[in-house]
């Protein structure tokens, strides 16, 4: 005789066995909707696979590019230090309002280990590559190099920068907000990319790519920035040709150029990167005095007379953020293209894109009032791109 059970029973059956198998399963949590992770493997900036714990609620953030992307994943609640303070956030006043007022942990390359493991961290966001010493001294403390420095402006989607920006947007449970700076990003990028790639070598014009108010090579008055930074990638996307790009490649930040080789190449436009004072340029004044000095010191220097860059009045200052991370790196290449061509992009203001992105971080910062970042500013027919608009009767 065949024994007829109801289906209920089956069904009670079923559920009680999947409720034992899965309460034996060796990380499993209740998460509503499946399992939660207890930890992740990710491949960090030097390609190296590092895995990081969940849940993460204490970070310390190193310097101002982990700082922006903690922001625009709007996790910054989770930053509970930062390392960088005397060299970055202590003068940051407008730029980074909330984590200036955080407790330091020293500086990237010298962390204060007792107090950086006082703050009880889960996760270390280091702007250095190299981090053994880092290791030794943090115990129980995950240590992430995103690769945030290391952009590819021209294949951004094999880049360390969008790898890392999808890594912590998964660590930190914010995959929507990181997958919409990304596709912000790439599409300034591709908006400039359209149109620059079809100029012909003759149409662009010949660059050099220095820095104010000193060179980066010891000893040296001129100096290039090398054919991979983050500026000459800028200029590149941008429908430019670096002076670089016709030299034997070099490691390194940058090249000493020789002055008679500079003036034989006779550069178009003569770029120059500010660095050393964050408050002389930048988010934290609305003074265009330390810019205009930049541009006097290669405009007035005697053995640039015949250079067609200074007959022309074609010397540039751009801010030291420009370089910081491949979003700065994007925003250069929108004011340089409006610069390069400006019929090509004469419906694109490059201040739009900047905004957007101060915008994405929730900073309440408006750039016609506020800062300075682009000299001689772009002119259009809203105002001034680069510095607040009060000047523009000084440029028009």
């Not at 015949?306 to 007959?311: D, E, L, N, Q």
């Amino acid at each position: 005789m065949r024994i007829q059970v109801a289906p209920s029973l089956f069904l009670l059956a079923g559920m009680i066995c999947f409720f034992i198998e899965w309460i034996c399963l060796p990380d499993a949590s209740f998460a509503g909707q499946g399992q939660k992770e207890k930890q992740i493997t990710v491949t960090d900036g030097t390609g190296q696979s590092v895995t990081v714990h969940l849940p993460i609620q204490r970070i310390i953030v190193e310097y101002m590019d982990n700082a922006e992307l903690i922001r625009i994943l709007q996790r910054e609640d989770k930053v509970v230090a930062v390392a960088g303070y005397d060299y970055v956030f202590q003068d940051c006043l407008r730029q980074f309002p909330k984590f200036r007022r955080l407790p330091s942990v020293g500086h990237p390359w010298g962390l204060d280990y007792e107090t950086a493991l006082g703050m009880r961290p889960d996760l270390l966001l280091t702007f250095a590559s190299q981090n053994r010493e880092k290791r030794m001294n943090l115990p129980g403390v995950d240590i992430l190099f995103l690769g945030l420095y290391h952009p590819d402006l021209i294949q951004p989607d094999n880049s360390s920068f969008v790898r890392g920006v999808r890594n912590l947007g998964r660590l930190l449970d914010a995959r929507e907000q990181a997958e919409t700076y990304i596709s912000w990003y790439k599409d300034i990028l591709a908006t400039i990319l359209e149109r620059t790639e079809k100029l012909q070598p003759e149409e662009k014009p010949t660059v050099l790519i220095s820095s104010y108010p000193r060179c980066n090579s010891a000893g040296t008055r001129y100096c290039a920035y090398s054919q991979n930074d983050t500026l000459s990638q800028a200029s590149r996307i941008a429908g430019g040709r670096n002076l670089v790009d016709s030299l034997p490649y070099e490691q390194g930040v940058s090249l000493p150029l020789d002055p008679e080789w500079l003036i034989r190449e006779n550069p178009d436009f003569i770029l120059l990167h500010a660095v050393d004072d964050i408050k002389a340029s930048g988010y934290e004044t609305d003074d265009i005095s330390y810019l205009e000095s930049g541009v006097a010191q290669f405009a007035e220097a005697p053995e640039l007379a015949s250079v067609t860059a200074v007959k022309n009045r074609h010397i540039y200052v751009l801010d030291g953020h420009f370089r910081n991370d491949a979003s700065g790196g994007a925003l250069a290449a929108a004011y340089l293209a409006a610069l390069f061509h400006p019929d090509l992009f004469k419906d694109i203001d490059p201040e739009v894109f900047h905004q957007e992105y101060l915008k994405m971080q929730r900073l309440e910062y408006d750039l016609d009032q506020q800062g300075v970042f682009f000299f001689p500013p772009l002119k259009n027919d809203t105002g001034l791109a680069g510095i607040p608009d009060r000047y523009r009767e000084s440029f028009f």
